[in-house]
Structure formats: C-alpha cells, structure tokens
C-alpha cells in the first residue's frame, strides 16, 4: 500500500533529481492502476464473464500487495509531501476490496437478494475511517475487509446462498470487533513464509480460474484454503496469544 511514514518537508535549497521524482510519481499511478482494475473487473462482472472480474480482483490484489514496499523504498512521502498516497490507496482499497466484490455476488447470483451486500459495505467503511485501523505496531484492526477473497470463494466453491449470507453477517461484524490481523507487507517475523505463502495462494487461484476444465479435477481451490487458514491462525498467534504469552 501506497502508505510511506511522513516526512519532513524539503527545505527550499534542497534540490530533488528529477529522475527521484518520476520514481515517486510511478508509485502514485501504480496504485491508481488498481482503480483501473476495479472498473475492469465491474464491467466483467456486468457482462457475465465471473472468471475474467475474479481474476482482475487478484490482479488489484496483487498491485496492492507490493506498492507500499515501493513507496517506501522511492520516499514518495518526502519527495511529494504535497500528495497524500495514503487516501488514494484508501480509495482504491474501498473499490477493490468492498464495492466490487459486493457488485460481483449481487451479479453472480451469490446472494439471495442485494440488500445483503449492504453489511460488507456499510461495516468496512466505518472499518476504513478508523484511525487505529492499522495499528502502529503494523497489524489491522478487526477484520480488514477481505471481501474480494469472500467473493472469489462463493464463486469458485458455490456456496449456497444462506451460508454465504452467515459469512456476511460474521464477517461484518468482524469488522468491529478489535483484533489483530497481520498486515503481510509490514511483517517482522515471518515474512518470507506469509508473503510467499501468498504469491503461491493467487497463483493456485489465477490457474484455477484461467484454465477450469483442465483443473477440474485436482481440488486446488479447496487447497488453497489453506493459506486463509494460515493467515488466521497467524494473526491469532502473533497478535493476540504470543503477545500474551511474552508478557506472562
């Protein structure tokens, strides 16, 4: 995510290569491409192509994965202290990780009726307005809106419709409920494993949903479950019990 730490402004003899400065700018408008992808993946889903929208979602995904670390790296917060990356990202975030995918299980028939979209979209923009909606100490506060993540399983798995609505209505109000989930990029124990563990879990679903009937056969979506079940259970440990744990 676009969220580099702030810094303090240039002083007016400071002069910034112009080579530094087009770095941080392609940082910017790497992460406005993720509002490109949602507009994709909407008109995907509008015209009935459900596989082409879940694989553009992992694409927003996967953007929003890695533009943060290049933020960091190109110092757009001090080199553009006039532009906020942190709201664009935010911006985009709410497209791709909550509108789109409501518009998709309404479109694809996931949910008995539109209106319980409602929750997700309600409950994670009160989720993205908090402040301490990722922590200092580098997690997220309550569920973080993995709605795109819900969105591609109803489809892949078909979920039956009442069942889905019970995983709206957990997750919801998930939302508000004050635990710690990790945040992948800004990890400091365990890394390599969560974020590779990651690539791995998109890739598994982009072929699955590239090439279907030559998959069919093999359950790698019912596999891949395992990575979700990971991140759960690593969020658990690291930001609750270990936590715990060190302090007894």
Known sequence: ?????????RGPAQQVPLWALARAWSVHAFTASGAVIALLATWAAASGDFRASCLWMLLAMSIDAIDGTLARKARVAELIPSFDGRRLDDLVDYLNYVVVPALFLVWAGCVPHWAWTVLPVVASAYGFSQADAKTEDHFFLGFPSYWNVVAIYAYSLEISPPWL???????????????????????????????????????????????????????LVELSL??????????IWLGGLRRRNARA
């Open 165 to 219: 609505v019970a995983w709206l209505v957990g997750l919801s109000i998930a939302v508000f409920v004050p635990l710690k989930f990790v945040y992948p990029s800004q990890m400091r124990f365990l890394y390599w494993t969560t974020n590779l563990g990651a690539l791995a879990w998109c890739l598994v679903l982009a072929a699955t949903l590239a090439f279907p009937e030559p998959l069919a056969g093999a359950h």
């Open 226 to 235: 395992l990575y979700p079940a990971y991140y759960v259970g690593i969020s």
């Open 1 to 9: 995510m676009a969220d580099d730490a702030a810094a303090p402004a």
